[in-house]
């Protein structure tokens, strides 16, 4: 199984960016999905989680009120809409996904992990 992630960019101060994430198998059904975010020199840290068939969500501090994280259950996809985007923010963005129900910001929980997407926020 592969997970595609695609939506970075390179984005001002402000502005927003959604991520997507699509497995490579239709037939895939995750019980939970998540988003995690590396910045240079730094650990990967979590961004947002999703129970996938009850669609109970979770947000880091740093993220709540600017992120939502969301899924498409007949498209299969995961989706990540970041609004207030400020330098901070700038990382890889790697979507994930899990086939037990764990925590949804331990990264051990998740099975699968995308290649990343850049994205950048400039001043």
């Known amino acids: 199984l592969q997970l595609q992630e695609s939506g970075g960019g390179l984005v001002q101060t402000g502005g927003s960016l959604r991520l997507s994430c699509v497995p490579s198998e239709v037939s895939f059904s995750p019980r939970v999905m998540g988003w995690f975010r590396q910045a240079p020199g730094q650990e990967r840290e979590f961004v947002a989680g999703i129970i996938w068939r009850s669609d109970i969500t979770r947000y880091a501090d740093s993220v709540k009120g600017r992120f939502t994280i969301s899924r498409d259950s007949a498209k299969n996809t995961l989706y990540l809409e970041m609004n207030s985007l400020n330098p901070e923010d700038t990382a890889v963005y790697y979507c994930?996904?899990?086939?037990?129900?764990?925590?949804?910001?331990?990264?051990?929980?998740?099975?699968?992990w995308g290649q990343g997407t850049q994205v950048t926020v400039s001043n």
């Open positions: 994930s996904a899990g086939s037990l129900l764990a925590r949804l910001i331990d990264v051990e929980t998740y099975d699968y």
